[in-house]
Nanobody, 114 residues
Framework: VQLVESGGGLVQSGGSLRLSCAVS????????MTWYRQIPGKQRELVAL???????TYANSVKGRFTISRDTARNTLFLQMNNLKPEDTAVYYC?????????WGQGTQVTVSS
């Protein structure tokens, strides 16, 4: 199983980015998935999750600005991030938990300048 994030970069405050997490080796149709982010020196925090029924849940800090979605045909998880703020700067990771293992991507850096 492999998770590969992409789509990070440098953007000005108020801008948008779309992160992707391409999944291989497992069919994400049968699993919920989560986006986390981490700032150096701080704990990894949950940003958004989508369950097996495609019901999303968001951290209060991103509610109304971020949208999580899955494309089961492409086996890919997305995070659309709008109205980005400097405090959104972090490394973003996708996560897929199964009954026996927890899979992580390598992370993608998002930097928002003020």
């Amino acid at each position: 199983v492999q998770l590969v994030e992409s789509g990070g970069g440098l953007v000005q405050s108020g801008g948008s980015l779309r992160l992707s997490c391409a999944v291989s080796g497992i069919n994400l149709r049968w699993y919920g998935m989560t986006w986390y982010r981490q700032i150096p020196g701080k704990q990894r925090e949950l940003v958004a999750l989508v369950d097996i029924g495609d019901i999303p849940t968001y951290a209060n800090s991103v509610k109304g600005r971020f949208t999580i979605s899955r494309d089961t045909a492409r086996n890919t998880l997305f995070l659309q991030m709008n109205n980005l703020k400097p405090e959104d700067t972090a490394v973003y990771y996708c996560n897929l938990p199964t009954d026996t293992h927890e899979y992580w991507g390598q992370g993608t850096q998002v930097t928002v300048s003020s």
